[in-house]
């Protein structure tokens, strides 16, 4: 008789992780077309003062659609690991907060 063996599977454990990486990645796509597009009417002589404003604030969309993607997994990684990785994490996460209020202040 044929032994029977049940395998458990994982896949829905990430799939909260493959949607964040795929819209994650399309909105990204999606600002830096916009920013991309803002900056060849800039060479092509448009000049409006609202441009530049939005080209930052593209990338900064960008950066957290992206940065967003990544927090997840590397959680999931650090949570199952030692104290020191998870404060690694954390300094990590508070770091790019703190760089993203940056950014956004200089508009």
Not at 19 to 28: E, H, S, T
């Amino acid at each position: 008789m044929a032994k029977k063996t049940t395998t458990t599977t994982t896949s829905s454990n990430y799939e909260i992780v493959k949607f964040c990486a795929f819209w994650g990645l399309v909105i990204a796509a999606i600002a830096a077309l916009v920013g991309f597009i803002i900056a060849i009417l800039g060479v092509c002589g448009v000049t409006a003062s609202w441009l530049g404003t939005v080209k930052n604030a593209c990338n900064t969309v960008s950066q957290i659609a992206l940065i967003i993607a990544a927090i997840i997994p590397a959680y999931r990684y650090s949570r199952g690991k030692a104290t020191v990785w998870r404060a690694f994490f954390w300094v990590a996460v508070i770091l790019i907060v703190l760089g993203l209020v940056g950014i956004n202040l200089v508009f």
